[in-house]
C-alpha cells in the first residue's frame, strides 16, 4: 500500500499488543460478553489450582491406617472440581471464540466501509487484488488470535498469576528461585517476538501479492487465454506463490525457535526447583505434600508460561495483519465533505462552470491534465468534448464528480463551488454513462436500479424501454431477474451500455455526462438509444466526450482539447470552416463520412469516429 503507520514507514518494529491496540474499541462494543468471558476465565483457573492443595492433604494425611475415608471424601470433592472445571471451561471457550468472531465482522466491515469512502487517488496507487487479500487473508489471521489466541492467552495468564501466588503461600524460598528465573525466560521471548512479526508482516504481504495478481489474470481470463498466456501467467503465480512461502516459512521458524527456547527454558527451571525441592524433603525442612503441591503449581505456571510464550508468537504474527489493516482504517479521504458544507441551490438548475482549473493526476505530478481549463454549461446546454488522445476530456469528468480537486481554479454547480459542497449530494445531481460501463454481479432489475434504490419494478420497466434494453431484457432466461455474472460477463458490450444507460435515465438527474454512450452499439440500437438520449437530454445540462459525428452535430456547443486546454470552441460547421484542429481531425477520418453526409446519405461506419479516445 502506498499509505503507511509511521512505525512501517520509518522502520520502527512496535510491540504486538501496540499494534493490536487500535482493535481494542471493537471489543469493548461487547462488554456484557467480556464480563462472561472473564467470570468463566477466573472459575477455570480457579478449579484448576484447587487440584494441588487436594493432592498435597491426600498424600500427607490420606496414606494412614484411617485415611481411606479422607481418600474418598478428596476424590469425591475432586470430582465436583472437574465438573466445574468442564463448565465455566465451555463457558469460556464460547464467549471468548465468538468474541472473536464478532471483533472480526465488525472490523472486516469498517475497513470495507472506510474503503468505499478513500477517493480514487488511494486507488490509483493500489491493486484491488492487495486490498482484498486484508480483507481475507488479514482478516482471517486476526479472528485467530481473537477467536483462540487471546483465549489461550487469558486463561493462562490468569493461571499463571495464581499458580504463582499458590508457590508463594506453599514455599516462599523455592518460589524465589522460581520467580528470578523468569525474567531469563521472559527477555528472550520478548526480543524473537519481534523478530516473528516482522516476519509475519513480510509473509503476509507476499500473500497479498499473490492474491493480487490472482485477481487481475482471473479478471482477464478471456485476454490471457486469447494470446497463450495461461502457461506463463501459472508460473507466474507459482513463483509469487513462492515467495509467500519462502516468508511463511521464515516466520513459522522463527516462531519455531521461540517455542523451543521458551520450553527449555521453562522446564530446566522446574527440573531445578524439584531436585531443590527433593532436598528439602531428604533434610524434613518440608512434607512430601507440600513439595508435591508446589512442583504442580510450579508446572502448571511453567505450563501456562510455555503456553504464553505460544500465544505470544500467534499475536506477533496477527500484529502484522492487524497493522495492515489499521493503515486503512487510519487511511483519510483526501475528498472529503468540508466543515461547514454549504448545501446545493434548490430547485436544482445543473449549471456547470470551470474557472481558471489547473490540475495533475497525484501518480503524475509532473504532468498538468489540465491547463486553466474555463468554460461554462448553461442549463439545459449540450456540450461535446472533443480533442486529441490525452487532451483532458476524462479529467473534466473526473473533476465534475469531484473524484479529485483541482490544484488551482474553481468548478461551479449552480454557482456553488463544489469544493464546499458535500461528494454525496454533489453526485447525487449527476448522472454518469461512461464509455466501459460496469455491470455487477447481481441481476437486470438490480443494475439498473443501482441509479435510484427506491424505484419500482414499473420505473425500472420504463427506464429499460427509453434506453432499448427492454426487448433483449425479455428474451433473456428469467427476464429481469436474470442474473448477468461478474462484470455483466454474460452480456454483450452493447447491451451492457443499454443497462448502463437505462441506469442514468433511472436516476434522473439534472446533470448528465456521457462518455460516448452509444460507442458500443450497433446501428439499429444507436438510432433508437440516440432518440432515447435525445429525450433524456431535454431540459438536462449534458457533457458529453463525444466520438461520433452525430453526437457532435447535435451539440450547442462543441469544446476542442488540446493539452488540457480549450484551443477552440463554436459548432460543428463554424469550426470547420475555421480550418484548425477540429478541421485536421475531421480531415483525417471524416472525410469519406462528410462527403456522404453533404449528399444526404447516412456515414459509413468506417469514417464515424474521431480520433479523440482518452
Same mark, same amino acid.
Given at each position: 500500500?502506498?499509505?503507511?503507520?509511521?512505525?512501517?514507514?520509518?522502520?520502527?518494529?512496535?510491540?504486538?499488543?501496540?499494534?493490536?491496540?487500535?482493535?481494542?474499541?471493537?471489543?469493548?462494543?461487547?462488554?456484557?460478553?467480556?464480563?462472561?468471558?472473564?467470570?468463566?476465565?477466573?472459575?477455570?483457573?480457579?478449579?484448576?489450582?484447587?487440584?494441588?492443595?487436594?493432592?498435597?492433604?491426600?498424600?500427607?494425611?490420606?496414606?494412614?491406617?484411617?485415611?481411606?475415608?479422607?481418600?474418598?471424601?478428596?476424590?469425591?470433592?475432586?470430582?465436583?472440581?472437574?465438573?466445574?472445571?468442564?463448565?465455566?471451561?465451555?463457558?469460556?471457550?464460547?464467549?471468548?471464540?465468538?468474541?472473536?468472531?464478532?471483533?472480526?465482522?465488525?472490523?472486516?466491515?469498517?475497513?470495507?466501509?472506510?474503503?468505499?469512502?478513500?477517493?480514487?487517488?488511494?486507488?490509483?496507487?493500489?491493486?484491488?487484488?492487495?486490498?482484498?487479500?486484508?480483507?481475507?487473508?488479514?482478516?482471517?489471521?486476526?479472528?485467530?488470535?481473537?477467536?483462540?489466541?487471546?483465549?489461550?492467552?487469558?486463561?493462562?495468564?490468569?493461571?499463571?498469576?495464581?499458580?504463582?501466588?499458590?508457590?508463594?503461600?506453599?514455599?516462599?524460598?523455592?518460589?524465589?528461585?522460581?520467580?528470578?528465573?523468569?525474567?531469563?525466560?521472559?527477555?528472550?521471548?520478548?526480543? @524473537?517476538?519481534?523478530?516473528?512479526?516482522?516476519? @509475519?508482516?513480510?509473509?503476509?504481504?507476499?500473500?497479498?501479492?499473490?492474491?493480487?495478481?490472482?485477481?487481475?489474470?482471473?479478471?482477464?481470463?478471456?485476454?490471457?487465454?486469447?494470446?497463450?498466456?495461461?502457461?506463463?501467467?501459472?508460473?507466474?503465480?507459482?513463483?509469487?506463490?513462492?515467495?509467500?512461502?519462502?516468508?511463511?516459512?521464515?516466520?513459522?521458524?522463527?516462531?519455531?525457535?521461540?517455542?523451543?527456547?521458551?520450553?527449555?527454558?521453562?522446564?530446566?527451571?522446574?527440573?531445578?526447583?524439584?531436585?531443590?525441592?527433593?532436598?528439602?524433603?531428604?533434610?524434613?525442612?518440608?512434607?512430601?505434600?507440600?513439595?508435591?503441591?508446589?512442583?504442580?503449581?510450579?508446572?502448571?505456571?511453567?505450563?501456562?508460561?510455555?503456553?504464553?510464550?505460544?500465544?505470544?508468537?500467534?499475536?506477533?504474527?496477527?500484529?502484522?495483519?492487524?497493522?495492515?489493516?489499521?493503515?486503512?482504517?487510519?487511511?483519510?479521504?483526501?475528498?472529503?465533505?468540508?466543515?461547514?458544507?454549504?448545501?446545493?441551490?434548490?430547485?436544482?438548475?445543473?449549471?456547470?462552470?470551470?474557472?481558471?482549473?489547473?490540475?495533475?493526476?497525484?501518480?503524475?505530478?509532473?504532468?498538468?491534465?489540465?491547463?486553466?481549463?474555463?468554460?461554462?454549461?448553461?442549463?439545459?446546454?449540450?456540450?461535446?468534448?472533443?480533442?486529441? @488522445?490525452?487532451?483532458?476530456?476524462?479529467?473534466?469528468?473526473?473533476?465534475?464528480?469531484?473524484?479529485?480537486?483541482?490544484?488551482?481554479?474553481?468548478?461551479?454547480?449552480?454557482?456553488?463551488?463544489?469544493?464546499?459542497?458535500?461528494?454525496?449530494?454533489?453526485? @447525487?445531481?449527476?448522472?454518469?454513462?461512461?464509455?466501459?460501463?460496469?455491470?455487477?454481479?447481481?441481476?437486470?432489475?438490480?443494475?439498473?436500479?443501482?441509479?435510484?434504490?427506491?424505484?419500482?419494478?414499473?420505473?425500472?420497466?420504463?427506464?429499460?424501454?427509453?434506453?432499448?434494453?427492454?426487448?433483449?431484457?425479455?428474451?433473456?432466461?428469467?427476464?429481469?431477474?436474470?442474473?448477468?455474472?461478474?462484470?455483466?460477463?454474460?452480456?454483450?458490450?452493447?447491451?451492457?451500455?443499454?443497462?448502463?444507460?437505462?441506469?442514468?435515465?433511472?436516476?434522473?438527474?439534472?446533470?448528465?455526462?456521457?462518455?460516448?454512450?452509444?460507442?458500443?452499439?450497433?446501428?439499429?440500437?444507436?438510432?433508437?438509444?440516440?432518440?432515447?438520449?435525445?429525450?433524456?437530454?431535454?431540459?438536462?445540462?449534458?457533457?458529453?466526450?463525444?466520438?461520433?459525428?452525430?453526437?457532435?452535430?447535435?451539440?450547442?456547443?462543441?469544446?476542442?482539447?488540446?493539452?488540457?486546454?480549450?484551443?477552440?470552441?463554436?459548432?460543428?460547421?463554424?469550426?470547420?470552416?475555421?480550418?484548425?484542429?477540429?478541421?485536421?481531425?475531421?480531415?483525417?477520418?471524416?472525410?469519406?463520412?462528410?462527403?456522404?453526409?453533404?449528399?444526404?446519405?447516412?456515414?459509413?461506419?468506417?469514417?464515424?469516429?474521431?480520433?479523440?479516445?482518452?
Amino acid at each position: 500500500m502506498a499509505r503507511k503507520t509511521k512505525a512501517a514507514a520509518d522502520g520502527r518494529p512496535k510491540a504486538p499488543l501496540s499494534a493490536l491496540r487500535p482493535l481494542i474499541p471493537f471489543a469493548l462494543r461487547y462488554r456484557v460478553r467480556i464480563a462472561a468471558g472473564l467470570i468463566a476465565l477466573v472459575c477455570a483457573s480457579a478449579s484448576t489450582l484447587v487440584v494441588p492443595i487436594a493432592m498435597r492433604r491426600v498424600i500427607d494425611h490420606g496414606f494412614t491406617a484411617d485415611g481411606s475415608g479422607v481418600i474418598d471424601a478428596y476424590f469425591l470433592a475432586l470430582l465436583g472440581v472437574v465438573a466445574a472445571f468442564a463448565l465455566s471451561s465451555a463457558a469460556r471457550v464460547y464467549t471468548v471464540v465468538s468474541l472473536g468472531e464478532r471483533v472480526v465482522a465488525d472490523l472486516r466491515s469498517a475497513v470495507f466501509a472506510r474503503l468505499t469512502l478513500l477517493d480514487p487517488a488511494f486507488f490509483d496507487r493500489s491493486q484491488s487484488g492487495e486490498i482484498v487479500s486484508r480483507l481475507t487473508a488479514d482478516a482471517t489471521q486476526i479472528k485467530s488470535a481473537f477467536g483462540v489466541s487471546v483465549s489461550i492467552l487469558l486463561r493462562n495468564l490468569f493461571l499463571f498469576v495464581g499458580a504463582t501466588a499458590m508457590m508463594v503461600v506453599t514455599s516462599p524460598r523455592l518460589s524465589v528461585m522460581v520467580l528470578a528465573a523468569i525474567p531469563i525466560i521472559v527477555f528472550p521471548l520478548i526480543v @524473537s517476538g519481534r523478530g516473528v512479526r516482522r516476519r @509475519s508482516r513480510a509473509a503476509q504481504d507476499r500473500l497479498a501479492d499473490a492474491s493480487a495478481y490472482a485477481a487481475e489474470a482471473v479478471g482477464a481470463v478471456r485476454t490471457m487465454q486469447a494470446f497463450g498466456r495461461s502457461a506463463a501467467t501459472a508460473a507466474r503465480f507459482a513463483a509469487a506463490s513462492e515467495e509467500a512461502y519462502l516468508a511463511a516459512r521464515a516466520s513459522i521458524r522463527a516462531r519455531a525457535l521461540l517455542t523451543g527456547v521458551a520450553i527449555f527454558l521453562i522446564s530446566a527451571s522446574v527440573v531445578g526447583v524439584m531436585w531443590y525441592g527433593a532436598q528439602g524433603v531428604l533434610n524434613h525442612t518440608m512434607t512430601g505434600g507440600e513439595l508435591s503441591q508446589f512442583v504442580l503449581y510450579a508446572v502448571f505456571g511453567a505450563g501456562a508460561l510455555g503456553q504464553l510464550s505460544e500465544v505470544y508468537g500467534d499475536l506477533a504474527m496477527s500484529a502484522g495483519a492487524a497493522e495492515r489493516l489499521t493503515e486503512i482504517l487510519a487511511a483519510e479521504p483526501a475528498i472529503r465533505a468540508p466543515s461547514p458544507v454549504m448545501p446545493l441551490p434548490e430547485p436544482a438548475r445543473g449549471s456547470v462552470s470551470f474557472e481558471e482549473v489547473r490540475f495533475a493526476y497525484p501518480t503524475r505530478p509532473e504532468h498538468a491534465a489540465l491547463g486553466g481549463l474555463s468554460f461554462t454549461a448553461a442549463p439545459g446546454e449540450r456540450i461535446a468534448i472533443v480533442g486529441p @488522445s490525452g487532451a483532458g476530456k476524462s479529467t473534466v469528468f473526473q473533476l465534475l464528480l469531484r473524484f479529485y480537486d483541482p490544484q488551482s481554479g474553481r468548478i461551479l454547480v449552480d454557482g456553488t463551488d463544489i469544493a464546499r459542497v458535500d461528494p454525496e449530494r454533489l453526485r @447525487s445531481r449527476i448522472a454518469l454513462v461512461p464509455q466501459d460501463p460496469v455491470v455487477f454481479s447481481g441481476t437486470v432489475t438490480e443494475n439498473i436500479r443501482y441509479g435510484r434504490p427506491e424505484a419500482g419494478e414499473a420505473e425500472v420497466r420504463r427506464a429499460a424501454e427509453l434506453a432499448n434494453a427492454h426487448g433483449f431484457v425479455t428474451a433473456l432466461p428469467q427476464g429481469y431477474a436474470t442474473q448477468v455474472g461478474e462484470r455483466g460477463v454474460t452480456l454483450s458490450g452493447g447491451q451492457r451500455q443499454r443497462i448502463a444507460i437505462a441506469r442514468a435515465i433511472l436516476k434522473d438527474a439534472p446533470i448528465l455526462l456521457l462518455d460516448e454512450a452509444t460507442s458500443a452499439l450497433d446501428a439499429e440500437s444507436e438510432r433508437a438509444v440516440q432518440a432515447a438520449l435525445a429525450t433524456l437530454m431535454q431540459g438536462r445540462t449534458t457533457l458529453v466526450i463525444a466520438h461520433r459525428l452525430a453526437t457532435i452535430r447535435a451539440a450547442d456547443r462543441i469544446l476542442v482539447l488540446d493539452d488540457g486546454r480549450i484551443v477552440e470552441t463554436g459548432t460543428h460547421e463554424s469550426l470547420l470552416a475555421q480550418g484548425a484542429l477540429y478541421a485536421q481531425l475531421a480531415n483525417l477520418q471524416f472525410t469519406d463520412a462528410l462527403d456522404e453526409t453533404a449528399r444526404g446519405k447516412e456515414p459509413r461506419s468506417r469514417g464515424e469516429r474521431l480520433p479523440v479516445a482518452d
